[in-house]
């Protein structure tokens, strides 16, 4: 995909600027030329602002699937203590993947997953 991208031309100001929300390997950003500059951001604070308005008043909870995504994200979101932070793990075999909380209790509570890496819609 960077090389493809890499093909877009030149804008009138200089290199086109493609943002990157959460790119998965910060090694990734050296795939593109030098046509294509990559800006990279976070939705974090996006679903932050989203938890703390649209879903102020109800009792979320932050659940993470693997130890990566609760690395990745988890002390952001633990510097709110309102949410409760629910961290599982995961067990792959062959292509069957178990799921299993480690810390943290969902029930009762609106749960919103984050992960640092989605392979399927």
Same mark, same amino acid.
């Given at each position: 995909?960077?090389? #493809? #991208?890499?093909?877009? $031309?030149?804008?009138?100001?200089?290199?086109?600027?493609?943002?990157?929300?959460?790119?998965?390997?910060?090694?990734?950003?050296?795939?593109?030329? @030098?046509?294509?500059?990559?800006?990279?951001?976070?939705?974090?604070? #996006?679903?932050?602002?989203?938890?703390?308005?649209?879903?102020? @008043?109800? @009792?979320?909870?932050?659940?993470? $699937?693997?130890?990566?995504?609760?690395?990745?994200?988890?002390?952001?979101?633990?510097?709110?203590?309102?949410?409760?932070?629910?961290?599982?793990?995961?067990?792959?075999?062959?292509?069957? =993947?178990?799921?299993?909380?480690?810390?943290?209790?969902?029930?009762?509570?609106?749960?919103?997953?984050?992960?640092?890496?989605? =392979?399927?819609?």
């Amino acid at each position: 995909v960077a090389r #493809l #991208l890499s093909c877009t $031309p030149m804008s009138a100001c200089g290199p086109t600027k493609l943002a990157i929300f959460d790119i998965h390997c910060i090694m990734e950003r050296f795939y593109f030329e @030098n046509t294509c500059l990559p800006v990279l951001v976070s939705a974090t604070p #996006l679903i932050t602002d989203l938890l703390l308005t649209d879903f102020k @008043n109800d @009792n979320v909870a932050i659940c993470f $699937p693997d130890q990566g995504a609760f690395l990745r994200f988890g002390e952001h979101f633990a510097q709110h203590p309102q949410w409760e932070l629910i961290v599982c793990s995961k067990e792959r075999d062959g292509d069957r =993947r178990t799921v299993t909380i480690k810390e943290g209790d969902p029930k009762g509570k609106h749960v919103f997953i984050i992960d640092d890496l989605v =392979r399927t819609g």
